[in-house]
């Protein structure tokens, strides 16, 4: 459902028409130049009967992205769309749609043979996301970790974990030390509830039924010290691969759906995109693609652990959380993304991120020459507009500033900014948006 939000504020803005003007064609900047930047990378879109329902593949980003319409908003007199926009390179349904898989349909499961590649299947899967990496085929596990061999080593069926298109949740399974009757395995629950096990020379896929939990041996839900938090599909040893249905466990869902009333909106008037990614949490906390805020458009407020990457690197530089052998303190995956946070339907919550502005680790990649440029970073400044007056306040503004010695300290002005750690010099700007006042918040991103 797309919806239309209209406020006169004042508060400078511009860069729009420019911003536009520069993505029709030309020379392509790369993020480092300042100028416009422009997509003229490879023309990454599936074909059309690939496309899920509501992509925009029009716009000036859609070679790069898959841009969907969500809605509409006004900001100081110009309108934009609100898109939610994911590199085509991490979409699942144009990396894979293309490939047909044997595939068996039971009652409530698909079975895929997919040797061992993370499947799609149309309008069960449309929003579940493809992670690019070496060896992983598509499942969110380490880039050189190879499903099939992982199986093999560990034996039995296992659940690999998948992940979702910004602004989507995804389920999760339960682990614990008592298994099930012939269980080898110890994961025996998922969130939504499936769950898979031996049946003879094959598997059989269960659904829990939390009105009665002893159904199937165990006690649901089940919390203690002997548990984490999985996400995934369940793969077996001969690469088929466990899907099930949605009327049974839902693969992403929004529960309610995109916000509608769009209490807080994010707008990049910045000159490149701005890559956003989210962790695996709970989990092992690794980065994931999630929202790319695209110049000249509004992102929709969405869920989600958010870890902000440089403006105008890809995603593929953004979305990972490795060591690269440098000496000392070598966290590239958190050196490299200056804010976290972001907003949804419940409030806002803007900060610096503690990686990027950790004393020692940002002295030692210093040292080291892995400094930003001042163009791959940027400043966030927050507005909230009052609608039971129909005026407007600033609530503060989040920025960088460079030292001599080239180190980037975080700075934080404003009536609503304050310390999130003293040590490290963080702010935050964080609070509710009251819809029922008619309340709006805006987060302008814009160049240093």
């Given at each position: 459902m797309k919806s239309a939000i209209t406020f006169g504020i004042g508060i400078g803005m511009g860069l729009l028409s420019g911003v536009l003007a520069g993505c029709s064609g030309g020379e392509g900047a790369d993020g480092d130049t300042g100028k416009p930047w422009v997509d003229n990378g490879p023309d990454n879109r599936p074909e059309d009967a690939c496309l899920a329902e509501g992509v925009d593949n029009s716009t000036p980003f859609s070679k790069t992205y898959r841009v969907k319409h969500i809605g509409d908003t006004t900001f100081q007199g110009t309108p934009y769309e609100i898109v939610a926009s994911m590199p085509w390179t991490?979409?699942?349904?144009?990396?894979?749609?293309?490939?047909?898989?044997?595939m068996v349909e039971t009652e409530t499961h698909y079975i895929v043979e997919s040797n061992f590649e993370l499947p799609y299947i149309k309008g069960i899967m449309d929003d579940v996301a493809w992670t690019p990496g070496e060896r992983n085929k598509g499942w969110s596990?380490?880039?050189?970790?190879?499903?099939?061999?992982?199986?093999?080593?560990?034996?039995?069926?296992?659940?690999?974990?998948?992940?979702v298109n910004g602004g989507y949740e995804y389920g999760y399974s339960v682990y614990n030390q008592d298994p099930l009757p012939g269980d080898p395995i110890n994961f025996t629950g998922f969130?939504?509830?499936?769950?898979?096990?031996?049946d003879g020379d094959g598997y059989e896929m269960f659904f829990l039924n939390p009105a009665a939990p002893d159904s199937q041996g165990f006690e649901w839900p089940r919390h203690g010290a002997n548990w984490q938090l999985?996400?995934?599909l369940y793969v077996d040893p001969t690469g088929h691969v466990y899907v099930p249905k949605p009327e049974k466990a839902k693969l992403a869902s929004h529960d309610e759906g995109w916000d509608d009333y769009h209490g807080c909106v994010t707008i990049n008037k910045a000159n490149a995109p701005i890559p956003t990614t989210r962790t695996q949490f709970p989990g092992n906390e690794s980065y994931y693609a999630s929202e790319t805020f695209l110049p000249g458009y509004a992102a929709p407020g969405a869920p989600g652990h958010k870890y902000w990457g440089h403006k105008g690197r890809p995603m593929e530089e953004v979305a990972i959380w490795e060591d690269d052998g440098a000496p000392g303190l070598n966290s590239p995956g958190n050196?490299?993304?200056?804010?976290?946070?972001?907003?949804?339907?419940?409030g806002y919550n803007f900060a610096h991120a503690e990686g990027f502005t950790w004393p020692e680790l940002r002295a030692a990649r210093t040292q080291m020459g892995d400094i930003p440029t001042k163009d791959q970073l940027y400043?966030?400044?927050l507005y909230r507009y009052l609608g039971k007056d129909g005026t407007t306040e600033?609530?503060?503004?989040?920025?960088?500033e460079q030292q001599e010695n080239g180190e980037w300290i975080p700075t934080g002005s404003g009536p609503e900014v304050h310390s999130l750690n003293d040590k490290n010099g963080r702010w935050i700007i964080n609070g509710p948006v009251f819809q029922d006042r008619g309340d709006h918040v805006f987060a302008i991103l814009e160049d240093l």
């Amino acid at each position: 459902m797309k919806s239309a939000i209209t406020f006169g504020i004042g508060i400078g803005m511009g860069l729009l028409s420019g911003v536009l003007a520069g993505c029709s064609g030309g020379e392509g900047a790369d993020g480092d130049t300042g100028k416009p930047w422009v997509d003229n990378g490879p023309d990454n879109r599936p074909e059309d009967a690939c496309l899920a329902e509501g992509v925009d593949n029009s716009t000036p980003f859609s070679k790069t992205y898959r841009v969907k319409h969500i809605g509409d908003t006004t900001f100081q007199g110009t309108p934009y769309e609100i898109v939610a926009s994911m590199p085509w390179t991490y979409t699942l349904q144009a990396v894979q749609c293309e490939k047909a898989f044997p595939m068996v349909e039971t009652e409530t499961h698909y079975i895929v043979e997919s040797n061992f590649e993370l499947p799609y299947i149309k309008g069960i899967m449309d929003d579940v996301a493809w992670t690019p990496g070496e060896r992983n085929k598509g499942w969110s596990i380490g880039s050189n970790d190879d499903p099939g061999e992982l199986i093999e080593k560990n034996g039995g069926m296992r659940p690999f974990i998948y992940h979702v298109n910004g602004g989507y949740e995804y389920g999760y399974s339960v682990y614990n030390q008592d298994p099930l009757p012939g269980d080898p395995i110890n994961f025996t629950g998922f969130r939504p509830t499936w769950v898979v096990h031996p049946d003879g020379d094959g598997y059989e896929m269960f659904f829990l039924n939390p009105a009665a939990p002893d159904s199937q041996g165990f006690e649901w839900p089940r919390h203690g010290a002997n548990w984490q938090l999985n996400f995934g599909l369940y793969v077996d040893p001969t690469g088929h691969v466990y899907v099930p249905k949605p009327e049974k466990a839902k693969l992403a869902s929004h529960d309610e759906g995109w916000d509608d009333y769009h209490g807080c909106v994010t707008i990049n008037k910045a000159n490149a995109p701005i890559p956003t990614t989210r962790t695996q949490f709970p989990g092992n906390e690794s980065y994931y693609a999630s929202e790319t805020f695209l110049p000249g458009y509004a992102a929709p407020g969405a869920p989600g652990h958010k870890y902000w990457g440089h403006k105008g690197r890809p995603m593929e530089e953004v979305a990972i959380w490795e060591d690269d052998g440098a000496p000392g303190l070598n966290s590239p995956g958190n050196y490299h993304k200056p804010y976290s946070g972001g907003c949804d339907k419940a409030g806002y919550n803007f900060a610096h991120a503690e990686g990027f502005t950790w004393p020692e680790l940002r002295a030692a990649r210093t040292q080291m020459g892995d400094i930003p440029t001042k163009d791959q970073l940027y400043k966030i400044t927050l507005y909230r507009y009052l609608g039971k007056d129909g005026t407007t306040e600033l609530l503060g503004t989040l920025s960088y500033e460079q030292q001599e010695n080239g180190e980037w300290i975080p700075t934080g002005s404003g009536p609503e900014v304050h310390s999130l750690n003293d040590k490290n010099g963080r702010w935050i700007i964080n609070g509710p948006v009251f819809q029922d006042r008619g309340d709006h918040v805006f987060a302008i991103l814009e160049d240093l």
